[in-house]
């Protein structure tokens, strides 16, 4: 689903709970609790109000918002099973690994810049008033092969267009496994009234831009020398999926 409406508190210690694990993302249960400027005891009555209302999860002294974003699905391919699942807070060194040996092999500016982006922030999921952030990845054996993820802004102007990445490690293609990942993306993204989805490759990453325009997606524009690459100026394919 969206990101909830705006949630409305009983008292300014529940609402101060809150906003502190919005702006994070998500944060250890310790720094909200110190954050809090009340006893354990209130603390813990104020958290389990907030969870009971919906507001907050927590996971293994994990504290987020959250955001549904369903359930995990397996395939079998002849050589493989794997799986597409929403991605956890334990999964944040392996997308970024994931991100960074695709990004090894070819040219994928908007996937490096996310990559940064969850360094940064030091968590997967992201939901503040302003964004979220919603991945999902493909699993073999426990490990992340691949991921898509959709950043999705709140301003009301671009509430329903998200930008989409999405991407394979070499070793796992082949396998259908892209094509899912982008089927879980595009199928949340219409699911939950976004009319558009959008990326940018450069020109010269074939393999990016066959993908894209063999699933249905559509060249709305191209900036000229947008990228410099290896010294070299290079072009902005800007494509776009529309529901």
């Known amino acids: 689903m969206r990101a909830p409406d705006r949630p ?57 918002v959250p955001l549904d974003a369903g359930s995990i699905e397996e395939y079998t391919t002849d050589d493989l099973t794997y799986t597409v699942r929403p991605a956890r807070h334990t999964d944040f060194e392996a997308v970024v690994d994931a991100i960074r040996d695709v990004t090894a092999t070819e040219t994928y500016v908007v996937a490096e810049t996310v990559a940064e982006q969850l360094l940064y922030d030091d968590t997967i999921s992201r939901h503040t008033t302003v964004e979220s952030r919603m991945f999902f990845v493909a699993t073999v054996d426990a490990e992340v092969v691949g991921w898509t993820h959709l950043d999705l802004p709140h301003v009301e102007k671009l509430r329903d267009t998200a930008q989409l990445t999405v ?69 902005e394919v800007m494509m776009a999926y529309e529901f």
């Open 167 to 235: 991407g394979v490690r070499p070793d796992y293609r082949g396998q259908g496994i892209g094509t899912r990942l982008l089927s879980r993306g595009l199928d949340w993204a219409e699911a939950n009234g976004y009319r558009k989805v959008y990326n940018s490759v450069p020109a010269t990453n074939d393999v990016a831009l066959a993908f894209l325009g063999e699933h249905g997606w559509n060249t709305e524009g191209i900036r000229k020398n947008h990228y410099t690459i290896d010294d070299e100026l290079v072009d």
């Open 8 to 64: 409305t508190f009983d008292d300014e210690t529940s609402k101060e709970i809150y906003q502190y694990v919005e702006r994070h993302g998500t944060a250890a249960r310790h720094r909200v609790r110190d954050a809090a400027s009340v006893s354990a005891e209130r603390f813990q009555e104020h958290l389990d109000d907030l969870k009971t209302k919906g507001y907050l999860e927590e996971d293994g002294g994990t504290i987020r």
